[in-house]
């Protein structure tokens, strides 16, 4: 169905207005409108635009000026906005309001209105939430971009006005789509926000619908093409693992297979376009074959645009197929979701379509990334007791991608995040007891269920480091068994068992958990709450129901009690923090590391209050394990009625007694070979503390767990060795213990020629990067840099103070040159931040940790690199000062053993953002004198492909870019 001028009749939308207000800020009692507009459209069409400027009380902040383009002489002889409130409503009439983000336009006009605002309104961000929930993200302009809107002049009213109503129309053509079931559900949902933008037009979609007699399930095919995490045919039958493995003779690939595929006129050279010869490429290829064939493991560092991923999936595919007959896989584990994407949606059906289309893959993440069919239909049905009436809103998004979703992972569904709704995830993600039992039986074994029996049964398995270790820790009870393991990013392998092994605590964790039982409000809810109801339902005597709720009752009572003294615990810790530990210009999150011996919580004088923490959560507990013996010597009868609500009980009770164990861990410290230490934020008043606990010697682990077990593992990452050597990779991930007659470990040149593409400038004229002046200097070289040439230029920084600093200082000279300046700041995302980088050709963006890796940026929008300082870790950071501790207690040098190579990986990674094709030229700049005047700065430049300069002062140093770009413009 399409969209019509009557259907927008039909439910009230012949006549609508889109608006909004540039303003000075972001508060409506202290900032004031600058610019209002106001879009009329008319039977689905643009019919006129109304726009106008407001006098503000004070003059236009230089942040709003840079981003709306508005300044003091454009506002300056105009009526403030309170005098044109009447113009406003008179625009609006009684027609629906279109916003993007809309309470907060709204919020902005309401104090100025003489009586409450009755029109209904309707927002775009939360539609684009729900039916484009696929896209990256819901700003105006990614929106207008998506369908070929204007976007020259965003955040100017008058444009986002037009392209709000145009945006409301496309996804209005998208809702008519979508059939009666879709909307019974948004509706249901979101019926107690009566007065919420968007409830109206739920409800109108409803009654339309039944006045056509629309009120079926369709089974609509989805309109956007949604991912699969199965490739090929999956045969039902067989056993998914060989008795006699051990008597197994395994078979060997034939060397000669990767001269047939990658060799000069090899499949590849047919296949792919553009296709160059890669010598990098045949070498690890057959170094891969020659490892599987001899049981060996390899480390091998493949450079920048050897294309690692086909080099190792072609070899480890013909292995597998090879020995089918054992019934083994091949597990891929990456660090990060942009290369899982990667391997799934574009090498391995590369592979499939062109090389080998006999095998099957399957891309596996962790329990907690799928949905539940079973709980998601549950919490539907309880939603009364399973979600806040004011957090309904956030269920939303989750409705159209249930429809159309194919996997169950909550990742596709950025309308969704559920890092963020942590609330409401945990009650609908699988669980414990869900999806791979007989519980989910009747969906099929829900998402996870499938892809995990497909998993046994796959050929490849591609996963993320955080599940390789859990499953190794579970004794491989997830994934199949995998003789062959290959890790890509294995640069990170260590950071992730650092991640994965962490025990975590702090007063979210806690409320989360003990909600799950009961949460007070104007409707109370939560398991509690659902077993009061049921047992109030049970055909069993009054005396024993009352029995029961009066139990329910005082559960109540015990969990709001703990819950109040686990809060009265963090608050005292927290004031003893803001009294005696914290320094007044504390400008970074606090984190402080303590031992067993150093027992904070006894010096604060907390223990007494700790023990009788411990002692309620362990009484709460021993009552609920009592109390569910009970249940359970209920009728059958009645307990198959509250079966789900038990095994509910059940999971939640474990998370309980996790949670105890946590607590015990991070409270009473005991283990001399574990790091300990509390995170403590910024603002003094921030309840969002932090209690963590790991284990130091995670080598060890990924040895005995991962390593050992394997008949051969590759590692393979653009950095892994420092000067060349790979010793520091191999001892801090366990491969040093491995027999060193099986273990290869090779570099793979990149095929990009770094001399001619590349140039490499180390100014020393800057002054000590410690000195309070070199961010100053940094700044003018920057300005001067952008004036004169105007690059794509990527800033690489180590801190945001170091951003502030920059920026504060260029983005006046920036301006006048005209030149865009983005920097890492506020809420803004890195993908947003990048694609207005790429877009703009000539900016300048400042970033920092998560800017080191994982960019990737090809052609002139980044044609300039700047590294301001090398990239140490903070010394002060536990896990480092534990490292260092240890390494100085061996007699050793802890910066050269331990600071120095880590800081060489993070800085060889940051260089690789510059060249990433053969087509790529830049110019990287290190800003950090130490490299030439420490002994330490070699081993970093060592590090690097191709040749640099030291530069003495300002003059060569710009002699020696205006020598680059003039060859750069003469080679064009």
Partial sequence: MRLTESFLSEIGLNRFVAFDVETTGLEPESCDVIQFSASVFEQGKLKETRTFFCKPRGEVPEFIRQLTRITDEMVKDEKPFSQRIDEVLDIFGDSPVVGHNIKFDIAFLVPHLKEPFTNPLVDTVELSRIFLYYLPDRKLESLAAHFNLQTEGAHRADVDTENTGELFLRLLDLMVYYDYPVYDQLATIAAPLAQAPNTWLYQRFLSVYQSQGRVRDENLAPLYPVPENALGEFKKGGDDNSEDREDVTLQKVNPRDIQDVFGMNGILSRKLKGYELRPGQIRFASDIVTALNKGNSLVGEAGTGVGKSLAYLIPAIKWVRKNRDAHFSVVVSSNTKALQEQLFGKEIPFIQKEIDSDFTATLLKGRKNYICLTRWEQFYQNLDGAVDIFDRGDVLPLIVWLRETRTGDIEENSGFRASRYTTIWSKICSETGYCTTKRCSDKGGCYLGKIRWKSQKADLVVVNHSLLLSDAASDNQVLPDHPILVIDEAHNLTKSAYKYFAVEVGPWIIDQVLETFFRQGRDNFGLLVLLNRKINRLSVSESLANSLLKRIAAFEKETLELQRESRQFFNRFLDFINENIRTVNQRYILKNRYKPHQNPFVLMGLDK????????????????????????????????????????????????????????????????????????????????????????????????????????????????????????????????????????????????????????????????????????????????????????????????????????????????????????????????????????????????????????????????????????????????????????????????????????????????????????????????????????????????????????????????????????????
């Fill in 609 to 972: 209050s700790r023990d009788r923490l411990l002692n309620q959560y362990e009484k709460i507990i021993l009552n609920f394990r009592h109390f569910r013996d009970t249940l359970e010597k209920l009728p059958l009868q009645e307990r198959m009625t509250m079966s789900a609500l038990l095994d509910d009980f059940d999971t939640s009770l474990k998370m309980l007694e996790e949670l105890k164990q946590n607590l015990e861990t991070v409270l009473i410290p005991e283990h001399d070979d574990w790091v300990y230490w509390y995170e403590v934020p910024v603002d003094p008043k921030n309840f969002n503390i932090g209690l963590y606990a790991v284990p130091l010697a995670v080598d060890a682990y990924i040895y005995e767990r991962i390593l050992r077990r394997k008949h051969s593992v590759i590692a393979t990452s653009a950095t892994l060795t420092i000067a060349g050597s790979f010793e520091y990779f191999n001892k801090t991930t366990g491969f040093s213990r491995l027999d060193p007659g099986s273990l290869m470990c090779r570099v793979y040149e990149s095929p990009f020629d770094y001399a001619s593409q590349c140039a490499v400038y180390v100014p020393t004229f800057l002054g000590d990067p410690g000195h309070a002046k070199f961010e100053e200097n940094v700044a003018d070289l920057l300005n001067e840099i952008a004036a004169r040439f105007q690059p794509g230029m990527l800033v690489l920084a180590t801190s945001y103070y170091s951003i502030k600093q920059l920026s504060e200082r260029m983005h006046i000279p920036y301006k006048e040159e005209n030149v865009p300046l983005i920097y890492q700041a506020g809420s803004a995302s890195r993908s947003a931040l990048l694609n207005r980088f790429r877009e703009s050709g000539n900016a300048t963006l400042i970033g920092t940790e998560s800017f080191w890796e994982g960019v990737d940026i090809p052609g002139d929008a980044l044609e300039m690199l700047v590294m301001l300082k090398l990239p140490f870790a903070v010394p002060s950071e536990p896990i480092v000062e534990a490292i260092t501790e240890k390494i100085k207690e061996s007699g050793k040098n802890p910066f050269l053993e331990y600071s120095v190579p880590e800081a060489v990986i993070k800085f060889k990674q940051g260089f690789g953002r510059l060249i990433r094709s053969r087509s790529d030229t830049g110019v990287a700049l290190f800003l950090d004198n130490r490299l030439n005047f420490k002994r330490y700065g070699r081993i970093f430049m060592d590090s690097l492909p191709g040749k640099y300069s030291f530069v003495k002062n300002r003059e060569e140093f710009f002699k020696y870019l205006e020598t680059w770009y003039r060859r750069k413009r003469q080679s064009r």
